[in-house]
Structure formats: structure tokens, C-alpha cells
């Protein structure tokens, strides 16, 4: 694991916890330079920025030996998994640990006759469900990449079957955490609802890694459906297939997922995953799940509703080829879209908006997106009034505020539709500026009372999620 | 409203903020003795006692002009909406004031478009259903007697229907709260998801009045199902009609409601609702939801099931008439209970444990019924996990503690099950004492570090939902 331990090159206190946890977990502990450079960003194109020190936990006793340590000696940390975060999340402070948990892989208990499970913070949902299929149960949640549970709940993430089945924040019974001074709190258990107390589950779930560091997850699963029939729709003009979907979600179509890709993602999927019988048009891809019974008729009701928007044939498959190939298209988008326009990075932005504002929102922002002379595919998560548009940077050198400028208009129409400017990715630091607009500082000043209560020092994940108060002159 | 106001009767602080109220409210602050006597308990059987001051709210700002007050005088405040508690929650503290919020009944908006409508605390479900009516939506959430939206999100309620809908925590958007403060902060907002700070809206939903209290309410809205089925099955052995629940839920069966009486609360509502035509046995009562298809392949399914588990035959049915006065019986089962024993108490135990080990806690406590010699029909919503046994507390003077010690007996029986204590009720007064058994003293130190952060007076429903701290010698 890369050359010998250097004490030499830390600041005091990093030092000072660095000799102590060296010696105790060896060489898990480690100032090896690529491993540190692997620690320092995230997936999305934020500025990184070196952890002094990587410490690999293989348990949550690790993990409280790692606070402890640090709490006594006023030395931040931020926790790493898949690396998947693409708001700047795991990309450490100054003088910082980054505490990986990726190593923690264990699935410790599967109960299929009450639908749950429980796994380590470094599980991820593919694994997992790896594990379950032979069961007939799955976990729904899927956000793109492979995402570890520790961080999916730390960003209260989500995905294409959220739709359906929720986000984290609607399959997590429970958490393990370690606290900032190392205290090891369980919360919630394996009921699944309860009136006991404060729903600390809920408060960890989105927290960042601002509260505590999540160690071990209690998961509500579900059982695979009987049918699951793939389809797709596509649309000269956008505004008919956003109506498409609006529609389905408001009469009530108890749809498996919805998504939309624009003429220029998929212009980009057409190329990456070679979709040759599509044109480079909106496009709406569907997923079914129930009984045939079930099946057959939303897909019946759903079509009726494009064809009234002016869609141009119904295309649908029960065929688990098929609906492989579709939704492996669907999540290689953002990697299409860099594909498409190599050379740039992409920035995701991630709003959302009540359902009934979501057409107005998207033909604003392809609008916007004309306007700014960027190319910036659409795709996402319509049945939850959520999309990403993939914002590609140009290499000039006002490249990148000209992209944060078309993201902050984004925000803005969002906002001002009663929307949020994230439906899935987190705040990180790439959202804060916004969390003022958004929530109001009194919500804030809730916020950053709970933060000073459980992490009085700071040291966990510092400068993310939370904006410093208005007339907060130093940190 | 009663005799004039009675300053002299009151202790300094509370009448330096009498005084205020008074100049500032009139009338809507009273000391009316009867009105006090209205205010000082819930519908459970727990010990009342007098608020020094009853305030009457007609909207967010008096509730932050009276925590204004309060804080600045250090005087105690318990909201009351409906006054259905069963765990003591509305009974003040020595020396505070009940704030009421039962006549902020406005709906502030519909949202049909997005299926959602925004409240103010003192709207009850029966109310907002009735507006709701004509419009084909519905709000899911059904606790027993006439609760405000303020309560029943402050003590995170369900119902019979939490089993397909889930509990106020998946119901509720957004919330306005006024903090001890007299801040007021808003949470949430109107998506459906939102990865944007700590989740403050579930925070709150739970809380009981001691983080803030609730004055407006952004609610999720259902489409009304397009057909409607009620059934139900009765059984010689209690533990048959468990098993086919369990069953139900298991392979995934996406019931409307399953209900469980057993033969004590049977034979009550027999004699109360006037169900002639059904035997004195454990009987399950069933509600189908969806199109006409999805409601007979349920039927079918559940129908199969119960005759595997010696159903006694599947009565079902679409009309109307039929589910009300099912549902009606249902909904008046504590009731029933009262009147089968005139002049006692009754005590409502809320055990909630994992589906797959409900049969061995029913039929456990079953037997703790039995050797306890009370009588104390169950009722409950098994799909959850989740039941009441509604214990009759004998005139006895050591009637009380007998059946507290059948509470105590139940309680750690879904503990030791992987339950918890209450699945809706809440925690109030009355089931303080298995706070440290269920969620350990870590998590509860959590809990009383956001308490003390969000009210460091402790003015907020003092006394309730979090036990003191074991080393505490002092209030």
C-alpha cells in the first residue's frame, strides 16, 4: 500500500492523530500521494483538494476510534465511499482526514419474510441486489454509478424508480452512527413506522456526513414484481412529452419509472449505446411493473396519453433484453452526454418542481439553454418533477462561470415555481449559495443549531451543506 | 366565555404573561375553570391536570406572540388541537398555558394538480375530507376520533390505512413551525423529494410540542381509487387469522386496509355497531383499492390465503353501504370496548413489531390477557405489525397497576421481538419510561442535545417524550 508512513510532512495536530491511529490500525492509515488524489473529488467537476491523511475503516469501531481521535484533537473528516458525489461532498477540508468506508461490504442480515435487510456503509446497491436476486427481492433505490449506502444516505439520494418506491429517505428503517466524539447511536429498528421519540433516522438521512458518519444500514426491500414490461415513446416537440408525463403521474398510473431524455441526450445515448432504431428526438422511457392484468392496462391508459400529446407510437417489450438494453442506456446518459463533447467537463444541475410546474420549467430552461449557446442535454426523473441538465463546459476561460451561470438561472426558475434546487444530488458545496434563497435563515438557524449541538467542534465534513450565518465574520 | 379574567389566582410569571396576552388577545386568554378542565387532558386515561391558562390562536402569528412572550418570561406552553391523545401529550405541565390551535380550521389551498392542499393546524382529516370530496381526492390518514393535523403530526399518527399510504411522515410535504422563540420557520416545501439540508419537516413530525409548534401543513393528497372493496373473514383461532395477515402482507398483496378484531373486541362491537350477522370470533376486516380488475385479482389472492389459514369464508363486497358501516364499526372499536364495560377506564397499549414476528407477540399476549384475568380486547393494524389492546382497568384500587403491568408485560415482549413501544400513539407522558429500553441512552442523549439546542429554556411541552437523563438530579 504505496511507500512508508509520513509523519514529516502534517501539521500538529493531524500528526499527533495520525501517530495515534497509525498505531493502532497500521497501514490502514496512509499519506500515500495517488491514494490521497483518489480522495480528494467526488465525480462532478468541483475543485478538489488533497485529505492530509486516507484511513481505511473496516468496521464501525474503526470508525469511532477515527472520531474520537480526531474530536479530542480538533481534526476534521469526511467520509468517503463509492466516490460517486458529484456536489463536492467528499472532497475534504484543509488538514483533513478522508475516513474511507468502501471496505465495509458486509450484508449482515437479510430478513425476506419482513422484507429488509441490514448492510455496512459500503455496500452498494448493485452488490446488494447481486446478493438478493435469487431471493425475488430488490432495493428500488438506484442512482447513478456505483454509490455506496453509506453515501446514498448521506444525500438522501434517489434515482429513476423513485417515482414508485421513494427515496432513501422512504426505505431506511434505521441507522447506525458515529456521533463527532465517537459515541455509537442506533436509531430507528426494524418496524416499519413508530411514534417513539425524534426521527433521528430521517434527521442522518441527507445530513452529509455533517452530523455523524452513517456505518450500518436496516433497508426496506421490496419483492421483484410479477411482470416488468419495458416502452418508449418519442415526441417532435418537448412540451408534448413532458405533458405526456405530468399526465400519467396525475391520473394516478402507478408507474415503475418515467424518464426523459431531449433531442440532444438523446443524440448522445443514440451514439454511446448504440440505439440505432431511435432518432435523436425527446424521448420518454418508460417501466411497468404489476400483475399482466396490471400491466396491460397502465401501459393501455399510458398510451392513450401520448397519443393525445402527439406521441409518435408506442413502443413496448416485456422482454428482459430489451429493458436491459433501455435502461443501460439510460444510466451510461451522463457518461453519453461526456462522450458527446470530449475534451469538456460536465456540470449536472438537478432541480426540481411540483409536478404541474414541470412543463414551464423545462421549456424555460431549454430556453435558457439556447440562449446560452452551451450545449446542456436534459434528462431525467419526470414523474418526480426532476431533471438534470448536463451543462458542458467550453474550454475558454470564462468556460466555467458561463456553465455556473446557466445552472444558477436554472435554480432561479426552479425557486421561483416553489421547487428545489435539488431533487437528488445534495448541497455539498457546489448547492449552498442557494440554501438561503431556497429555505429562509430561520430554517437555516434551525439548521445550524442542531450542527453546533451534535458537532460543537466542527470537525465533521466542515464548510459543507450548511452556509456560514449572514454575519458570521470568521469560521 | 365565561367570568371575567382572574389575574390574582396566578404566579408571577405567568401572570406578568397573562397580562401581556390579555392586552394583546382579549378574551381568547381565559382562566374559565371549565374551559381549563376541557384543556388539562386527552381521551386516554392518564392523570389531568389544570393549565393555569387556556389561549385561543387564530393563526401563526398569535402562536408567535405567545412563545414570544413565554420565552421572554420562561413560562411553559402545550399546544391542543383535538384533545384525542391517548398518552397524556396535551396535559400542561404545573404552572403553563395551553395554547389552543382548534380554530385555525382554514384550508389554505388545493392543489389538485399536484395532489397536494396546504392546512392550518386546527383542520381536522373528517373536515378536509368532506372539502375534498367532490374533487376525487382524499387524505389517507386515519387516526381514531376527531384529531387536528397539528396533533397528528406532532405525534406522527397513522391509521388503518398506513399499511398502503404510510403515516403522517410520508404524507406530510411541509410544515410552518413557531419555534420557543416565537421565530417562525418554514420547512419543506411542495416537491415530492429535495436532497437540501436536514429533513426539519420530519424533525418536527414527532416531536410533540417540544421542538416548535405547528401552525400550517402542506399535505400530500391521494386520487380517490376507482373501485372500493370491503371483506372480511372470521376464524375460530386468533393466531390463524394473524398468520393470514401476515401472509397478505408477504407476498406483497397491495391491500387498502387489514384490520384484526379478536373475540373480546368482536363481541363489543356486536353489541355496539350492531353486526348481527357476525360471531363473537377473531375476525379480519380487509379494503380493496384500484381498477376493477386489480380489486379481484386481490380479493382472489387474499380469498386463497385465508382459506389456507381455515377462514371461515371470504364476505366481500363493493357497495357503499357495506364499507361504511364496516369501517364505522371499526373506527368505533374503542368505544365498543368502554361500553362493554360501563364505568371502567380503558388503557390502549400500542405494540408494534416486524411482520414476521407478529403471530408470536399476538398470541403471546394473548395468553398475558388471559393470566392477567382483565379484560382487554385487541384491535389493531396487523399489515403494520401493529395492534392495541385496549386494557379495562378494574375499580379496584389496585386496578391501575394491574393493568399498567399488562402494558408493561406487552411492551417488552415487542421489544424483545425487535419492536417498539408504539406504533402511532406516541410516546406523551405515558410511555416515557421505555424511551431507554427501546432506542438505548446514545440515542437518547441525541435526542435531548436537539431539545436543549431548539429550547434551552425547556418550555415546550415540558415533561414529555424524552425521559430526564439517568444522572440528573434536577429538573
Known amino acids: 500500500m504505496g511507500p512508508p508512513f509520513m509523519f514529516s510532512a502534517l501539521s ?11 498505531q493502532q490500525m497500521g497501514e490502514r492509515v496512509t499519506t500515500n500521494e495517488s491514494i490521497r488524489e483518489q480522495h480528494s473529488h467526488g465525480e462532478g467537476w468541483k475543485r478538489a483538494s488533497l485529505p492530509a491523511l486516507v484511513v481505511f475503516a473496516e468496521g464501525t469501531e474503526d470508525v469511532a476510534l477515527v472520531l474520537r481521535t480526531c474530536h479530542e484533537h480538533g481534526v476534521a473528516v469526511v467520509a468517503f465511499g463509492g466516490g460517486t458525489s458529484v456536489e ?6 484543509t488538514d483533513a482526514i478522508s475516513l474511507d468506508l468502501s471496505r465495509m461490504t458486509r450484508v449482515l442480515a437479510v430478513n425476506a419474510d419482513d422484507l429488509d435487510c441490514r448492510v455496512e456503509a459500503g455496500v452498494t446497491r448493485q452488490s446488494l441486489n447481486a446478493h438478493l436476486r435469487d431471493m425475488g427481492m ?3 433505490v438506484d442512482p447513478g454509478g456505483e454509490a455506496t449506502f453509506g453515501g446514498m444516505c448521506a444525500t438522501r439520494a434517489s434515482g429513476t424508480a423513485a417515482v414508485r418506491y421513494g427515496t432513501m429517505r422512504e426505505n431506511v428503517l434505521g441507522l447506525r452512527v458515529v456521533m463527532a466524539d465517537g459515541r455509537i447511536v442506533d436509531t430507528g429498528g426494524r418496524v416499519r413506522k413508530s411514534s417513539t421519540g425524534y426521527d433521528l433516522t430521517g434527521l442522518f ?3 452529509e456526513g455533517t452530523l455523524g458518519i452513517i456505518t450500518e444500514i436496516q433497508l426496506r426491500l421490496h419483492g421483484i414484481p410479477e411482470t416488468i414490461a419495458a416502452a418508449t415513446c418519442q415526441f417532435e416537440d418537448l412540451a408534448d412529452a413532458v405533458r405526456t ?7 394516478g398510473v402507478p408507474i415503475g419509472r418515467i424518464e426523459l431524455l431531449d433531442d440532444a441526450q438523446m443524440e448522445a445515448c443514440i451514439a454511446y449505446s448504440k440505439l440505432e432504431d431511435y432518432r435523436p428526438i425527446t424521448t420518454l422511457f418508460f417501466e411497468f411493473q404489476g400483475s399482466p392484468e396490471a400491466v396491460r392496462e397502465q401501459v393501455e391508459m399510458v398510451e392513450a396519453i401520448a397519443a393525445d400529446n402527439n406521441g409518435l407510437g408506442f413502443i413496448w417489450s416485456t422482454s428482459q433484453e430489451e429493458r436491459t438494453r433501455l435502461w443501460k442506456a439510460r444510466h451510461s446518459a451522463y457518461w453519453a452526454a461526456l ?5 469538456r467537463n460536465g456540470i449536472a444541475t438537478d432541480a426540481i418542481v411540483p409536478i404541474s410546474a ?12 439556447e440562449a446560452s449557446g452551451l450545449p446542456a442535454p436534459i434528462v431525467g426523473h419526470v414523474g418526480d418533477g426532476n431533471f438534470h441538465t448536463i451543462i458542458m463546459v467550453p474550454p475558454e476561460p470564462d468556460g466555467y462561470e458561463r456553465a455556473m451561470e446557466l445552472d444558477r438561472r436554472i435554480v432561479r426558475r426552479a425557486l421561483a415555481l416553489n421547487g428545489s434546487c435539488s431533487g437528488e444530488h445534495g448541497i455539498g458545496s457546489g448547492k449552498m449559495e442557494f440554501m438561503a434563497a431556497e429555505h429562509g435563515e430561520n430554517a437555516l438557524e434551525v439548521m445550524r443549531a442542531i450542527k453546533k449541538a451534535l458537532d460543537p467542534q466542527n470537525i465533521l465534513n466542515p464548510g459543507k451543506l450548511l452556509p456560514p450565518a449572514p454575519d458570521a465574520t470568521a469560521a
Chains 1, 2 share one sequence.
Open 12 to 22: 500538529p495536530s493531524i500528526a499527533t492523530v495520525a501517530r495515534i491511529l497509525h
Open 245 to 251: 408525463a405530468v399526465s400519467t403521474i396525475q391520473v
Open 358 to 369: 414541470l412543463t414551464e420549467l423545462i421549456t424555460g430552461v431549454k430556453a435558457d439553454i
Open 205 to 207: 438521512i441527507g445530513s
Open 138 to 140: 430488490f432495493f428500488p
Open 339 to 343: 462522450a458527446a463533447y470530449p475534451g
Open 88 to 93: 463536492g461532498h467528499v472532497t475534504p477540508a
